[in-house]
């Protein structure tokens, strides 16, 4: 990945809207390198999916929360793992260290969603012995930007 990559993979990440022409011009590429090196980036998964931005509150799903999870048998994982992956209010599920080995971040419509997520989907699986629930009041950031720009030439 050189630097033209790294401006290409910004502009598409900002706004994946963009004609090829606009990010050419900011790339000092014609339209179709530019395409050319979308098809390479996306067969190399270095762009994994090109998605959407959707405003959740405007879908109704305005409460973001976190849950951490504490698992006491190792059998029980890998259930819980499809469980979650299954779930479409976990938005993220992250497999950590310390004494909650999981942390999965939601998007819910209101408390009492939250409630029948804990009390149908998550606190039934084997093995699941503890949770501890974290409400965002509000978001200063959330992206899902990468800057490619920060990765450096040592990757190039």
């Known amino acids: 990945m050189d630097a033209i990559d790294r401006i290409i993979l910004d502009r598409v990440q900002a706004d994946g809207s963009q004609t090829y022409a606009e990010i050419g011009a900011a790339a000092g590429l014609s339209p179709s390198a530019v395409n050319d090196r979308l098809k390479r980036l996306k067969a190399e998964r270095i762009i994994r ?47 950590l260290t310390g004494e909650f080995p999981y942390l999965l971040k939601l998007r819910l419509r209101d408390t009492a969603h939250l409630e029948q997520f804990l009390m149908d989907r998550l606190k039934p699986l084997t093995g699941v012995v503890r ?8 978001t200063m950031k959330e992206t899902h930007i990468l800057p490619a720009s920060l990765s450096g030439a040592a990757h190039a």
Do not use: Y
């Open 131 to 138: 949770t501890h629930t974290l409400i965002a009041l509000s």
């Open 49 to 95: 999916r090109m998605t959407a931005d959707v405003d959740p509150a405007a879908v109704g799903l305005p409460m973001l929360a976190f849950v951490l999870v504490a698992i006491n048998e190792p059998q029980g994982e890998s259930r819980f793992r499809d469980a979650m992956k299954a779930a479409p209010e976990v938005l993220e599920c992250h497999h």
